[in-house]
């Protein structure tokens, strides 16, 4: 069970995904980029307070299986920029920075956890002046059994930034 505040963008995808185990949901969680007040970038505190916060809940006796997480945009229409000031701040659909290792040290076999979506939490921006939001596939497992993946988590083509 994904948990997320009424203020973040929640895509679940409920995908069946045979596992050894039993048939186990497939989840998505996309949370929307901070958006810094009166321009500049986000920090700290604005991950925080802005509602860029995703939180993975599993309940108990289930764990979290990251099948796949990236930070950047791989599509227009996800998360539509808030600041209507900003041009073309959505246009760029393939930028991102892979937060694989990041999730996993993070939620990798927890039964929760939090991650935000801003660049200070990710320590990079993978596409300057582009709006960005976070995604996270996972599964909830059955604690102390860790299955092959069988979800399909989308595998971003990664083309640079032109400017």
């Known amino acids: 069970m994904v948990s997320l505040p009424s203020w973040a963008l929640l895509l679940l995808s409920l995908v069946h995904c ?23 970038e986000a920090e700290p505190s604005h991950c925080d307070n802005l509602g860029a916060v995703m939180s993975l809940d ?17 599509d227009t229409d996800t998360c539509p920029d808030p600041d209507t000031a900003r041009v073309n701040s959505t246009e760029y659909d393939q930028c991102y920075f892979d937060a694989m290792d990041l999730a996993e040290s993070r939620c990798g076999s927890k039964r929760s956890c939090e991650l935000k979506s801003c660049d200070y939490f990710y320590n990079t921006d993978p596409c300057d002046g582009i709006y960005k939001y976070s995604r996270v596939d996972f599964q909830c497992i059955p604690e102390g059994k860790m299955p092959t993946n069988n979800c399909q988590a989308p595998k971003p083509a990664y083309i640079p930034l032109q400017r």
């Open 18 to 40: 045979p596992t050894a185990l039993k048939i186990v949901a497939c989840q998505t969680a996309i949370v929307c980029e901070a958006v810094p007040q009166h321009g500049g």
């Open 58 to 74: 599993c309940g108990p006796d289930r764990v979290i299986l990251l099948t796949g997480a990236f930070y950047g945009r791989l």
